[in-house]
């Protein structure tokens, strides 16, 4: 190992067996295959200078680390790569500064590595670690790459510590297995962060994945992942045809006050949750969010004060009443499956949406709805959009307004279906010019006035301004009197219902 490393080349101790270099399963290495961790914190610290014409790196195969490889506070010159190997005590690297770290296929107890620093990656993939890691507050160069990684639940029930972390390109955590929180708390990404395929699950505690006020400077993916991709696989969508693995999340998801550069892609994500958690997006902004999830069954689905330029989303993915609350929640476009789709998003499901989300009557949210669908030209819906608000505004009054809100529904559909006010005029005024073309009409003063015209009559008792010098030139007895006074009392409702109307679109514009 000493002249490997002085080399750079690999000490490889592996048989050739793969059940037996199976660093995580039950074959016992013996001495033959065991270092112990006092000689590779030697070499990494003050290790012998590389042989002419090399660069001295430590770079361990199918080796047996023996008790606690503790570097803490070191500095470490040498590249570092080690490769289903085997620790049997915790790898202990706070305040740690290294050029480069690969950790690849190993079985670690713990990795204790609070404010490590990297100038370049720190690589983890496929290892397993019984206790967690923890990575708090810690500065990596560029990528950290955790894909097809394992985390059991450590200290505080947390698979992995991550709050305050920072790398400077992606975080790559694609087909990452957690028994226990993943905490990424004030975490900063410089690109992107993939967990593509992931399976986070924390049966014994509130969340899964924990990333409030998290920054990530291009996208954050929970969508699928292809099945069998080297662990060095970059993020891709899987191609058609491929085998691949659903992120899923059994527990809460928290990703409050985020700030995502690109888009949110909940594609395909599945949701296990418990009545009282939820998949929190609260406050969170981003350009786009994708919200094509399977539909949670339980727990609930939390948006109040988000901030997105376009939601991509489908009646499917949202769960039922109760469960949504988008208090505050401010989009500017919608994209949906196509027309067709059964999970395309028509304005009947819309407005079913809306009104699972808001189980209390709340006018912003059907409000912002008609905007967006204004913004974009299709008048006719949000004036649709309006009406339904006004519908469910009429629940909370008392009984006189809910008969006020419902004649002005029958009649003008509370001012935005105005053709509704002039069908009910044709009729009446049909009705009232058939009727008082039977009626007696003796005139007020006889010899005076206009000739006598039944239709100009019932116009006239209709019209409630404007005065044609009819209603006041004849006289009605009888039932035609209380006929009269029935028009009169319609053309004034169905004036006040129309100016009603009228006020409101004009406020809104």
């Known amino acids: 190992m000493w002249q490997a490393f002085r080399n750079g080349s690999v000490y490889d101790l592996r048989t050739g067996h793969a059940d037996r270099d199976d660093p995580h399963g039950g074959h016992p290495w013996g001495p033959e295959r065991s270092v112990r961790a006092r000689i590779v914190a030697w070499l990494l610290l003050d290790g012998p200078p590389a042989l002419p014409g090399r660069v001295p790196s430590l770079k361990l195969q199918g080796v047996r680390i023996v008790d606690v490889l503790d570097l803490a506070g070191g500095s470490i010159v040498p590249y570092v790569e080690m490769k289903q190997c085997r620790f049997e005590s915790e790898v202990v690297l706070p305040e740690t500064h290294f050029t480069t770290v690969r950790l690849v296929d190993c079985s670690v107890p713990r990795l204790e590595a609070a404010r490590l620093r990297t100038e370049g ?93 998290m920054t990530v400077g291009r996208s954050l993916y929970l969508t699928p992942a292809a099945v069998g991709d080297p662990a060095y696989t970059s993020g891709r969508t899987p191609a058609r045809g491929t085998r691949t693995r659903r992120f899923e999340c059994v527990g809460g998801l928290r990703l409050d006050d985020g700030r995502i550069g690109d888009a949110v892609d909940l594609g395909s994500a599945r949701f296990t949750l418990g009545n009282e958690q939820e998949v929190s997006l609260r406050r969170i902004q981003t350009p786009e969010l994708r919200f094509l999830c399977e539909r949670p069954e339980r727990g609930t689905v939390v948006l109040s004060g988000a901030r997105v330029v376009t939601l991509v989303d489908k009646s499917t993915s949202w769960p039922g009443p109760g469960q949504i609350r988008i208090g505050g929640f401010a989009y500017e476009s919608l994209v949906s499956p196509g027309p067709g789709s059964f999970s395309s998003f028509s304005l009947n499901r819309r407005l079913d949406w809306l009104a699972a989300a808001t189980p209390e009557y709340n006018p912003e949210p059907y409000e912002r709805l008609a905007s967006v669908l204004r913004a974009g030209g299709e008048d006719a819906d949000a004036r649709e959009v309006l009406l339904a608000k006004q519908r469910r505004r009429r629940e909370t009054l008392p009984v006189t307004g809910k008969v006020w809100g419902r004649l002005q529904d029958v009649t003008v559909a509370y001012g935005y279906r105005p053709g509704r006010a002039a069908l009910w005029m044709a009729l009446l005024w049909a009705a009232g010019a058939v009727a008082f073309a039977h009626a007696p009409h003796p005139p007020m003063q006889p010899g005076e006035g206009p000739r006598w015209s039944p239709a100009l009559y019932a116009l006239d008792l209709l019209l409630p301004v404007i005065d044609i010098d009819q209603a006041h030139s004849w006289r009605m007895t009888g039932p035609w009197q209380w006929a009269a006074a029935l028009l009169v009392l319609a053309g004034w409702i169905l004036a006040t219902t129309v100016a009603a109307g009228a006020t409101r679109l004009l406020r809104r514009g």
């Open 121 to 213: 990656d720190l690589h983890l993939p496929r290892c397993r670690f019984h206790n967690g890691v923890r990575l708090t507050d810690a500065r990596i160069g560029t990528d950290l790459l955790l894909n097809e990684a394992v985390a059991f639940r450590g200290r505080n029930g947390r698979a992995v510590a991550g709050d305050g972390l920072s790398v400077g390109q992606d975080l790559q955590a694609e087909l990452l297995e957690t028994h226990g929180e993943l905490s990424l708390r004030g975490a900063d990404v410089g690109v992107s962060l993939s967990l593509r395929g992931s399976l986070l699950s924390n049966t014994r505690g509130r969340y899964a994945l924990n990333a409030p006020q």
